[in-house]
């Protein structure tokens, strides 16, 4: 667009720029979703989910190579529509003050040109022997004519300049693409040409990563804009920290977890060979069984692991058991994953409809063994709370970022004796818990009541047979606290301390409704 005269910026069509704008903007919109699902296919088939062999790894190296074009063009596109908009925002502008000028040059007399130009037409002089009113009034007309002229040569020089400030966006706009190597080299004949160009732009190689502090929502903007081969590049060049960052998707997370997880399994001498061992276990179990499993969290080094029975990518609703004392990942994760597949069962019970993801999260370590003496401190809960917090904010974060299936599961944290210390202090973490609802089971009490564990919705269970709930070691119990304010859920007159899972007893159909979000209280 150039800056042409006066009547011609009037007549713009600005209408018909907004409209080529929206829909160029439209187009931008549709393409990070369908890259994502470009993407997933990709995965599936380096996978060999649904076709193995060389040709399923060449597709999925090229869906890759698509995956890093449209990366590299959706990001030159949004940089072309923000110039676009300061095109349309400065012509509609240049339009309107153009039209303004033309219409006040008409009403006042004053001619003005198409370069903003302004003559006023020419007084007669007063007659000769005019009163003083008749003279006063001539003079007052020659004022108002120069002023209007004045205010014609404003409008006019404004109109002007915002026509050309609206010629210089525009001009600008076919740079970013240019520099995919894909404009001004002209169009590549095939695929093959454009993927070329695109890694010649460099845009294959990977950005670094965020530093430490970066909050899950950066770190997922961060992903996004990465394309899938910078993507896998980093989960194989860095899966230790790639496993654990949080604002990732469970699957990228899964990946580099499970290189670790090797890594770690062909050392029977190294750090957490036990803690991998019980992953290993519980991975190939599910994945025997033909079901989806995740290994969302393994920092050996910090004897760390929560598996996902699941796709934490693409469930509708998300439980998260959070273990208490005596218990150990190398010996006690198989137990968890029992009692995660449990409520999960229990869940699609309360909802058929609904697709569930259960964890067995061992994101702490729980006072055990010779340790067992911490349990009547708070500082193993105070880690646990930290991770907590940080893997329900991740999972926010990426769900949220996802083009395909944006927006948060319903996530509910369910809690187990000294579980529920972890849940208490993940709430006293900078920023809201990202969980729907809480439940507690077999709490040795609480300093939180149910509206400073940040949730909605906030239930508890606690057995008359359980004694860890009998005296206070750890604050005012949900249970004999009336000024607590959670819905107590279901239990058994004779349910131990670590039946609370149990099918026998009602406290688990109770819990599953809870994740599933239909428990109405009895």
């Known amino acids: 667009m150039s800056a042409p005269g006066l009547t011609a910026v009037a007549a713009w069509d600005t209408a018909l720029l907004d409209g080529a704008v929206f829909t160029l903007e439209a187009v931008g919109e549709r393409l ?15 996978d060999a989910e ?5 040709a399923a790894q060449e597709a999925a190296r090229a869906l890759g190579e698509v995956s890093a074009v449209v990366t590299a063009v959706t990001g030159a596109l949004g940089t072309s529509l923000d110039r676009l908009w300061d095109t349309a925002r400065q012509a509609r502008t240049a339009q309107e003050l ?16 198409e370069d903003g130009g302004v003559v006023t037409p020419a007084r007669v002089a007063p007659p000769a022997g005019a009163s003083p009113e008749a003279l006063a009034a001539h003079h007052a007309g020659a004022a108002e004519e120069v002023a209007a002229a004045e205010r014609v040569a404003r409008l006019a020089a404004d109109a002007l300049h915002a026509a050309a400030a609206a010629a210089a966006h525009a001009a600008g706009t076919g740079e970013p ?12 004949a095939d695929f093959a040409g454009l993927s070329a160009a695109v890694a010649r732009a460099g845009v294959w190689q990977p950005s670094c990563l965020p530093v430490a502090g970066t909050s899950p929502a950066a770190v997922a903007a961060w992903w996004a804009a990465l394309s899938d081969p910078a993507r896998q590049f980093l989960v194989r060049a860095e899966p230790r920290l790639v496993g654990g960052l949080d604002g990732l998707p469970a699957w990228a997370r899964d990946r580099a977890n499970r ?14 060979h036990a803690a991998a061992r019980a992953a290993a276990a519980e991975i190939a179990a599910e994945e025997a069984a033909g079901r989806p499993v995740q290994l969302w969290v393994f920092d050996p080094w910090l004897e760390r692991a929560a598996v996902a029975y699941g796709d934490l990518d693409t469930a509708d609703t998300v439980g998260v058991l959070v273990p208490g004392m005596t218990n150990v990942v190398g010996e006690d994760l198989d137990a968890l994953g029992e009692s995660a597949q449990a409520v999960a069962a229990a869940t699609v019970d309360a909802a058929p409809a609904a697709s569930v993801a259960t964890v067995a999260w061992f994101g702490y370590r729980p006072p055990a063994g010779v340790g067992s003496w911490r349990a009547l401190l708070r500082g193993a809960a105070e880690q646990g709370g930290r991770a907590l917090a940080g893997d329900l904010a991740g999972l926010a974060a990426s769900r949220a970022a996802d083009p395909v299936r944006a927006g948060d599961p319903r996530v509910t944290v369910i809690g187990h004796s000294y579980g529920t210390l972890v849940v208490d202090e993940a709430a006293d973490v900078r920023g809201v818990l990202a969980a729907d609802a809480v439940v507690l089971h077999g709490s040795p009490g609480m300093e939180n009541d149910a509206a400073g564990l940040e949730a909605a919705e906030v239930y508890e269970a606690s057995s008359p047979a359980d004694p860890i709930t009998w005296h206070d070691a750890h604050g005012g119990y949900p249970t004999w606290r009336e000024d607590f304010g959670a819905v107590a859920l279901p239990t058994g007159p004779v349910m131990m301390h670590w039946e609370y899972y149990d099918a026998a007893f009602p406290t688990l159909t109770a819990t599953g409704e809870v994740v599933a979000g239909v428990h109405r209280p009895a």
């Open 177 to 188: 693409l240019a520099a995919v190597d894909a404009v001004t080299a002209g169009v590549p």
């Open 98 to 113: 153009a039209g303004r000028a033309l219409a006040e040059a008409a009403a006042s007399g004053v001619t003005v040109d």
């Open 32 to 46: 990070p979703p369908w890259r994502a699902r470009v993407e997933a296919v990709a995965r599936a088939l380096a």
């Open 50 to 54: 649904c076709w193995s062999g060389p």
């Open 259 to 272: 290189l670790v997880l090797e890594r770690t399994l062909a050392d029977p001498d190294s750090t957490g």
